[in-house]
């Protein structure tokens, strides 16, 4: 075999040992895309997560009318939390415990204070997230090596877009002079449709690339005890300044609608989005949300006997390392600006998905052309070879 025959032969096996590599990309970018929507999905399926209102003119009741009602529907539960979801036609995500010991997250309908379900265990949204995010594998000691797995993945993906911008030369013609032919076969169609989805979706590529490759590093960096966290040490309420009921027990705390003024007080425009209640009689209470700036919480923690505002972790408060690294993950999945935003993920996740298969096809079937090619050249040279040296005994015979 020639020199240039076994270079061929190399890169086709080079170019079939890629076909997992992208098959898998594959998968990744279909269940990301399916779990940017994987809350809506299960809405969808479960009557239980809905905020239905009684009436047109029902107002949302207040964090102390849901504890209230919580309260009288179940005297022994003991609320640990509340979170308001971004779109309103969700229920309230209350986080509860019971004398039993068991704690789970109920759904509270936000205008009526009903429990209308309890929250599975392990549902759609969390399966199509975990298969996504790690690949199922279990964390045992550390990240799981599924999440190493699946955020490698965004080096492939960064450096063909890289790659796809060298090659496609002039490639911002495309936003002015879009090209999709229909009707001159299947290698033209997907060999167009994979370049116009491409210019389409770079500051899309380009994001689910970044902040995967910041998935990486944050792994790595978990897992060899780096941290670039300026976060406080959590508060305590000293145990003298605890105030006591005549009974000795801790004092009545104050009231969720005070302590969430408080907070707005001290961060303007504040979005109260969810609340943690003291776990202790020596913890603080936490109130948080987004503000003017979406990508990132905000949180006071107070004193649940005075109203004091022990902390704040305010935007200002994050290094500009933390400011970067903290909004990788909403711009990852889209969790940030309600629904609209999130089918804006969901619609170019489909083109992204539809651009690794249709380079798929254009790829497989490109390989699969010239490997038999390479097996017809393969199989013609002995026959050549074969004949060459029949003819040459012929005639030294008839010499």
């Not at 969790?335 to 996740?349: E, N, S, Y």
């Amino acid at each position: 075999m020639s020199k240039k025959s076994r270079s061929k032969l190399w890169f086709l096996v080079h170019s079939w040992l890629a076909l997992p590599i992208w098959f898998f990309v594959l998968i990744v970018c279909v269940t990301g895309t399916l779990a940017v929507v994987s809350q809506e999905i299960v809405w969808l399926a479960n009557p239980q997560m809905r905020a239905s209102q009684p009436s047109d003119d029902a107002p949302l009741l207040s964090y102390d009318q849901i504890i209230a009602a919580i309260k009288k529907a179940e005297p022994n539960t003991l609320v640990e939390g509340i979170s308001r979801p971004d779109e309103s036609h969700f229920a309230l995500d209350v986080s509860v415990s019971y004398p039993d010991g068991r704690s789970v997250t109920v759904y509270v309908n936000p205008y009526s204070g009903v429990i209308q379900g309890t929250a599975p265990q392990f549902n759609f949204q969390a399966f199509t997230r975990a298969l996504h995010g790690w690949w199922l594998v279990p964390f045992t000691n550390g990240y799981s090596w599924g999440w190493y797995l699946v955020s490698f993945l965004s080096l492939p993906l960064l450096a063909s877009l890289v790659t796809g911008l060298v090659v496609y030369k002039k490639f911002w013609k495309g936003f002015f002079r879009p090209t999709l032919r229909i009707r001159h076969g299947a290698r033209i169609f997907w060999g167009d449709f994979h370049r116009l989805s491409g210019i389409w979706s770079i500051w899309f590529i380009a994001v689910i690339s970044v902040t995967s490759t910041w998935f990486l590093i944050e792994a790595f960096m978990f897992d060899n005890q780096i941290s670039i966290s300026t976060a406080p040490v959590a508060l305590v309420v000293p145990r003298e300044s605890v105030p006591l009921s005549a009974e000795g027990s801790p004092a009545p705390m104050i009231s969720l609608e005070t302590a969430i003024q408080e907070a707005k007080e001290r961060i303007p425009g504040l979005d109260d989005s969810f609340v943690s209640l003291p776990a202790n009689a020596y913890s603080y209470l936490t109130v948080g949300g987004r503000s003017w700036y979406p990508l990132m919480f905000q949180t006071a923690d107070i004193n649940p006997y005075n109203g004091d505002i022990g902390a704040t972790r305010l935007l200002s408060d994050r290094s500009g390392l933390e400011l970067v690294t903290e909004s990788m993950r909403p711009l990852h999945t889209g969790d940030f600006g309600g629904l609209w935003i999130k089918l804006i993920w969901f619609f170019f996740g489909l083109i992204l998905s539809m651009m690794v298969l249709s380079g798929l096809l254009i790829w497989t079937k490109r390989t699969a052309l010239a490997t038999a090619n390479a097996l017809k050249r393969s199989t013609k040279r002995p026959r050549n070879e074969t004949a060459a040296a029949t003819r040459g005994e012929t005639t030294e015979v008839s010499q």
